[in-house]
């Protein structure tokens, strides 16, 4: 192909979506990994941002700060960036006006969630008008809008008029994502039970997950927990038959931490099914650890057969078979299938994306 890649990483300095941000940095080091005969790739970066990988061509630094840099973009306004290929791991692009067909100017973007036209009430409203902004912009002059799965897809195209540039590549677990070797450690200092499953979903559909912890005997600890909200769902814990102090509410934790979590639970209980690339199932999947979610779209292209898929009314018989009788073999299906997704698989689709544009 002959040509450099320009990749925008935009979270370096300022972190807005840990996943989103630790995505991007795996993906960067899957394309530098993968880098086609002739090709290289350049980072673009917010100013003040840091940046050290090796195998970079260069860095463009930009005069804004990402706060700023993500409020001019909204307004089509990408001063210093220049054209070429630019590939941007999250809807943060110079979304402008190009010439791909004289210039070879190219502009991809990735979509990882819908929240903010699903879940708007989980968001701010200033999230929720970024968001939704930025996919207008993509709709205009985007060439291609990744999303992680079919079924996202087949969503995304109900709700704008992408047409045929959506392209599906899936993410993966953090490079390198395994249980540490302090995991005891780490579980003593976040105060968890002996024995617990791990849930992870929104107010609405956290219900069921914890009526399956009680039915199976064990501790509920939920990840992810925005602040404030702990006194909310320990009412719907003690509401599900769960007392509320075998709930257990976790914030924001690291990669390092969610490992030692993840990997001392009974087993792992996705409750949501709302249009998202599920990071957190294919965390415990990595980790050999029996993984129970809601029927949906998104959970059938990526939990497949490495899991059990239910109805939500029937969340809590399958957390009850999925810590006790059949944990040996859901440990053996997830962990093959967590296989399937990498970041060098990722970066491989990248390359053969751009080559195609």
């Not at 795996?26 to 917010?46: F, N, Q, R, Y």
Request: charged share 20%; glycine share 8%.
């Amino acid at each position: 192909m002959g040509a450099r890649l320009r990749v925008v990483l935009d979270q370096l300095g300022h972190v807005v979506d840990a996943d989103q941000a630790a995505a991007s940095v795996d993906l960067m080091k899957g394309l530098i990994a993968t880098t086609p005969s002739g090709c290289e790739i350049e980072a673009i970066v917010a100013a003040g941002a840091e940046i050290e990988m090796v195998g970079l061509a260069g860095v463009r630094r930009l005069s804004l700060a990402r706060r700023e840099l993500a409020a001019s973009w909204q307004l089509g306004i990408a001063p210093g960036v220049g054209g070429g290929l630019i590939h941007a791991p999250t809807l943060m692009a110079p979304l402008v006006r190009h010439d791909r067909v004289h210039d070879n100017d190219q502009t991809t973007v990735t979509l990882w969630d819908l929240h903010a036209w699903e879940a708007a009430d989980m968001m701010s409203k200033t999230a929720v008008a970024w968001q939704r902004g930025m996919l207008r912009r993509a709709v205009k002059h985007a060439d291609a809008v990744i999303v992680p799965s079919h079924a996202f897809a087949e969503r995304l195209v109900d709700l704008a008029k992408v047409g045929e540039r959506v392209r599906v590549i899936a993410g993966a677990a953090p490079a390198g994502y395994q249980e540490p070797s302090d995991a005891p450690e780490r579980r003593t200092d976040l105060a968890l039970p002996a024995q617990y499953v791990v849930l992870i979903g929104s107010h609405g559909s956290l219900e069921e997950g914890f009526r399956g912890a009680a039915a199976a005997g064990l501790d509920a600890v939920v990840l992810d927990v925005s602040e404030g909200a702990e006194p909310r769902l320990a009412e719907i814990a003690s509401a599900a038959g769960l007392p509320e102090q075998r709930a257990h509410m976790r914030g924001v934790l690291s990669a390092q931490d969610r490992a030692s979590v993840l990997a001392g639970a009974a087993a792992f209980v996705a409750t949501s099914a709302l249009t998202a690339w599920p990071w957190r199932v294919i965390e415990a999947m990595t980790l050999g650890v029996p993984v129970v979610a809601v029927d949906s779209g998104v959970h059938r292209d990526v939990v497949a057969d490495g899991g059990m898929l239910v109805d939500a009314s029937e969340l809590a018989e399958a957390v009850v078979e999925a810590a006790g009788r059949g944990a040996s073999r859901l440990k053996v299906l997830g962990a093959d299938r967590s296989r399937a997704f990498s970041w060098a698989s990722a970066a491989e689709k990248v390359w053969a994306l751009h080559a195609e544009l």
